[in-house]
């Protein structure tokens, strides 16, 4: 079996960015914690887009960073630039983005694991799970070195059996030439666990001394960049632009006559491929009739000369793509730097876990990331805080923290996954959370912080600054509701100069401030506070006044929602046995298992009819149960 390495509270399998905060979570929550990697080289490494946020993705940065997280704080200290998108647009879809120094952010990860206490790091290929009774008790290396464990979080992205695809040619290997992981996928399988094979890709990398951006448009950052973290403030960075560009006709018609070649049409790709972010040859055959395509040029670090064209995920052959990129302005005389390609690999059907993300099948085992079926680094982060919360909280003896789909996009994230599963690889949208009016990113702090201090996440010191923070908002909210200004000429004139009707009678400030043409800034100026607000309280005592109707109404369709998630059923029920349910959702309640009738409603194939029959028997079976205890 091979030699006893150490024994330890949790194990973390892979260390990409849901690995890394798992790890991060547990040990400091006070568990012993190993975090296994194929490549000490490859911690927190970025194979894809050098960016960070971004729409929905943006909100769960910030949502890992009100927790205790450490992506917001990492990507702050390492941007090359900081973008706030959709300002034109409601707060419920501002969104932050960040283009990354990829190595800096991967090298400032890694320091900050290894100065981790409770944390060891160390490389490794885990090929297989030690499973006894149904528990998950630790792990074999490659090596033959033997890890206990009382929890273990499986992490591995892309890697499981990952193979690599460009053109005619196939290799089995992780992303960027990494070894994959072949024997954990088929010991997963083996133990029950059932998998599906998904695609992803990586668009070329094209070198800087190359490319003409006299021919492109240049995207720069904030002149005031904000930043992700709510609480660590880094020094602000200088910014690098990235540029715009567009595929032309001749770009097409190079794909269009070698689609012979793609993959993606010849049937060598067997996975199947996210739907939100396809390759230019998918595009370029779906959308037909669209003459050009977007492409960003975006810088992957300050001391490196790769460019990353975004936009132009491919998995064509080599010289195809090259040709494809000297078609485009600006990059006639282009140097590929590396080639893009798709990745095909195993994930594990989601709907096997529980909100918890502990696997239904093997008790103590948590997957977390692009194993689950998800995109992107941000999602993978997000469950990686939650499976490392929960599998401390486990070992711990405590109960489990289940974020619902009010409290956080990244609660909406996980009960899709787990209620609704996925049938391609899954990011997250806005329009996916039905709440989004109060799961905003400048908020995510006031909603999320409490339970990561309750946890163990947050430190006093930090929850009473946002304790603080708390308190001016609500106060200079009281404020603006007490002062009352008065239609005097130079407040008639302030309001003409903004646009606005002018008083007939004395008004409170806030009621003025909800005029959607006067900003916090107008009120301020008439009758300034006595306390010193930072933007960010303005900011917040701004968009609660102004959309408090609305809020209001989200937060009494919360209140319903709560009423459903509290009426649990039972993990012993047979659904079988429950006279009037249609056939397919006896199959799906017994296949999911949901812990309440709220989650039950969200099943698809669940019908309402189903759900009163359901509450039905439920009532039944409680009153049983009530009188056999009696």
Known sequence: MGYQAGEFDIIVIG??????????????????????????????????????????????????????GEMGRNIDKTYIQMRMLNTGKGPAVHALRAQADKFLYQQTMKETIEKQENLSLRQGLVEELIVEDGVCKGVITKSGAVYYAKAVVLTTGTYLRGKVIMGELMYESGPNNQQPSIKLSENLRSLGLELVRFKTGTPPRVNKETIDFDKMEIQPGDDNPKTFSFDFKAPPQEQLPCWLTYTSANTHEIINSNLHRAPMFSGAIEGTGPRYCPSIEDKIVRFSDKPKHQLFLEPEGRNTSEYYVQGLSTSMPEDVQLSMLRSVPGLEKVEMMRTGYAIEYDAVVPTQLWPTLETKLIDSLFTAGQINGTSGYEEAAGQGIMAGINAARKVKGEEPVVLSRSDGYIGVLIDDLVTKGTNEPYRLLTSRAEYRLLLR?????????????????????????????????????????????????????????????????????????????????????????????????????????????????????????KKMEAKKIPEDIVYEDIHGLATEAKQKLAQIRPLSIGQASRISGVTPADLSILLVYLEQYNKVVAARYS
Request: glycine share 6%.
């Open 441 to 561: 990113h400048d908020n995510a702090d006031l909603r999320l912080t409490p339970i990561g201090y309750q946890i163990g996440l947050i430190d006093e010191e930090r929850y009473q600054r946002f304790v603080n923070k708390q308190e001016k908002v609500r106060n200079e909210i009281e404020r603006l509701k007490q002062t009352k200004v008065r239609p005097e000429p130079h407040i008639q004139q302030l309001l003409k100069e903004a646009g606005t009707v002018e008083l007939n009678n004395s008004v409170d400030l806030y009621s003025l401030l909800r005029r959607p043409e006067l900003a916090y800034k107008f009120v301020d100026q008439i009758a300034p506070s006595e306390v010193d607000l930072t933007d960010e309280e303005k900011e917040q005592v701004e968009i609660q006044i102004k959309y408090s109707g609305y809020i209001e109404k989200q937060l009494l369709q919360v209140e319903k929602l």
């Open 15 to 68: 260390a990409g960015h849901a690995g890394c905060e798992a790890a991060l979570a547990s040990a400091r929550m006070g568990c012993k914690t190993l975090l296994l990697t194929i490549n000490l080289d490859m911690v927190a490494f970025m194979p894809c887009n050098p960016s960070i946020g971004g729409p929905a993705k943006g909100h769960v940065v910030r949502e890992i960073d009100a927790l205790g």
